[in-house]
């Protein structure tokens, strides 16, 4: 089985300072992990993936996010707050399960509020 | 076109209306998934189409109807929805692999009267 639990549904910054969103999995074997962002009205856009190879993944728009297994968790950072950034994020888990196809399974979000 | 486009983007329908609603991928992918969105609640995975063929159903109510014709196009048929049924409908792709990184189309908000 698998599960994600991002903490705290909603973040809030100022513009220029450091975006920090937490993300916690469960897996029963070695996860693929993903950064999503959905602005208002749209799809989801990934915005970066960790499939094993390197533990920090830098992905678009300024963003990393650091795979670390001891602590199972894929936190999602940015040095610098943009207006721009404020949107939903969503973590999701996929350990393929078995299955051809893979499954992801999806946090609640995480709303980033930035004000000026 | 690129990417996963969704048509319409928004629909609004009475409980005893009959509409479908289109998924198209223009990435030469093999899966296809549509997941529902409401408000306050995580994605929810509604059916999975991997190589044309259904490999998920949770447990969805049967006044929803997938379809899946071909590897580039996935519908929902939707008929006798209920007011609790509106949301925003996401259509999703990906190439069966390990890692399955999804693409997901812009969605279609659906209004239940």
């Known amino acids: 089985a698998q599960s994600v639990t991002q903490l705290g549904s909603h973040v809030s910054v100022s513009e220029g300072a450091l975006v920090l969103l937490r993300c916690n999995y469960s897996?029963?074997?070695?996860?693929?992990l993903f950064w999503y962002v959905q602005y208002p009205n749209q799809g989801l856009q990934l915005l970066l993936k960790y499939t094993s190879a390197a533990t920090l993944v830098k992905g678009i728009n300024g963003f990393e996010a650091e795979f670390k297994k001891s602590e199972t968790s894929f936190h999602l950072t940015k040095p610098s707050a943009h207006m721009s950034d404020a949107a939903e994020y969503f973590c999701?888990?996929?350990?393929?399960?078995?299955?051809?196809?893979?499954?992801?399974?999806f946090g609640q979000g995480t709303i980033l509020t930035v004000h000026p | 076109e690129t990417g996963v486009t969704q048509t319409p983007r928004h629909l609004v329908m009475g409980m005893t209306n009959k509409k479908s609603l289109k998924c198209e991928q223009h990435?030469?992918?093999?899966?296809m998934y549509w997941y529902k969105q409401s408000a306050k609640k995580p994605l929810e995975l509604m059916f999975v189409y991997s190589l044309e063929e259904r490999v998920e159903n949770n447990s969805v109510p049967s006044r929803f109807s997938p379809e899946c014709p071909n590897s580039s196009h996935l519908f929902l048929h939707l008929h006798t929805l209920q007011p609790e049924d509106s949301a925003l409908y996401l259509c999703?792709?990906?190439?069966?692999?390990?890692?399955?990184?999804?693409?997901f189309g812009p969605g279609t908000r659906l209004t239940v009267l």
């Open positions: 999701a888990v996929n350990n393929a399960g078995g299955t051809s196809y893979g499954k992801l399974t």
């Open positions: 999703a792709s990906s190439q069966v692999d390990r890692a399955n990184e999804q693409f």
């Open positions: 990435l030469g992918h093999n899966a």
């Open positions: 897996s029963s074997v070695p996860p693929y």
